[in-house]
């Protein structure tokens, strides 16, 4: 089979962590399926967030779309006529700093259910809404509002969400004690650069709407399954027509969470369900975006692997620039 397989691991890369004897979880993590079938390992330089990585790595060009555009065309929410987008992340608001929280598993429910009592708010706009992960939602608005506004991972001050959106953000958060839903990434779509024709037919599965997002653009044919185990059997049935890209979210995801160790078990998972289903693919490429800090939390701006089990044009260890990896791997 000469289709190709693109597994992302998703912040892969890491600080050192103490926890881990000063080395970094893919270091410690046990994959003997990677490291018996990788043959060539390359570098590219990463980006600081997914969308700006993936644009560029599947069409050559940083995306013109505002990061909840991208997401509210994966989660297939209305962007006609205009609409903006404005993705919402749980945070807190203490001190006048917004404190990201990505340990949401207490509260989410009663998030989504006040956000949810709050859009009437929003009525004047024709609000469309779609929650994903962990309380985080993409909400699309007949409004011309774009506001500048602190995005995560990093806690930043206070800044006031402008115009009844803002009425709606602190209206949650007087319910809840300060935890609301903080929009971020907000805008419209702009231009999209076609995809690389050697993608040729390709199918994106992934639980998060930012890729899905990317890839939709492009008029792949894309996945939403939130369930790690679950997206393997599709991706493998899905390689018999054509390449796949196949996203590994969680392990940004418990970066973020700041557990080295859960980290190590969805790397170590990852590889026995890689084996479990792709033993016999001949064109896997493994890579990363960016590297996401188990010690603080935070994304890291770095040289990232692409990794792969076949040759190409490219030398072993050669640092590719981003907007060369497609072309140089599939011609």
């Not at 992302?8 to 003997?32: N, S």
């Not at 418990?254 to 078990?265: A, E, L, N, R, V």
Request: overall charge negative.
């Amino acid at each position: 089979m000469n289709n190709t397989l693109f597994v992302l691991l998703d912040g892969a890369e890491d600080d050192p962590h103490p926890l881990l004897g000063g080395k970094k979880p893919i270091d410690v993590a046990k994959m003997p399926f990677l490291e018996s079938r990788v043959a060539y390992r390359h570098k590219t330089t990463g980006r600081a967030y997914t969308h700006l990585f993936l644009n560029e790595f599947f069409t050559g060009h940083p995306p013109e779309s505002s990061r909840a555009a991208i997401e509210a065309m994966g989660l297939g929410l209305n962007m006609d006529g205009g609409r903006t987008a404005y993705r919402l992340s749980p945070a807190e608001i203490r001190d006048n700093m917004i404190i990201w929280s990505y340990n949401t598993e207490s509260f989410r429910d009663e998030l989504e259910r006040n956000v949810m009592d709050g859009l009437d708010i929003l009525d004047p706009y024709s609000p469309d809404i779609n929650f994903f992960l962990n309380g985080r939602a993409v909400l699309t608005m007949e409004c011309d509002d774009v506001p500048d506004l602190p995005g995560p991972p990093v806690n930043a001050p206070f800044v006031e969400v402008p115009g009844d959106l803002g009425r709606m953000v602190m209206q949650v958060a007087d319910i809840m004690d300060g935890i609301t839903d903080y929009p971020w990434g907000c805008g419209r779509l702009g231009q999209i650069y076609p995809g690389f024709g050697s993608l040729g037919e390709m199918t994106a599965i992934s639980d998060s709407p930012t890729s899905l997002g990317i890839c939709a653009s492009l008029g792949h044919d894309i996945r939403l399954i939130k369930d790690l185990d679950a997206r393997f059997p599709v991706a493998a049935e899905a390689l018999e027509h054509g390449n796949v890209f196949l996203h590994i979210d969680e392990v940004d995801e418990y970066s973020h969470q700041k557990d080295p160790f859960k980290k190590k078990w969805v790397l170590e998972h990852t590889d026995e369900l890689m084996r479990e289903y792709f033993s016999d693919a001949e064109r896997i490429v493994y890579f990363a975006d960016h590297g996401t800090s188990c010690v603080t939390g935070e994304h890291i701006l770095m040289n990232v692997p692409v990794w792969t089990t076949f040759e190409s044009e490219f030398e072993d260890g050669e640092l590719i620039p981003l907007n060369r990896v497609i072309p140089g791997l599939l011609g």
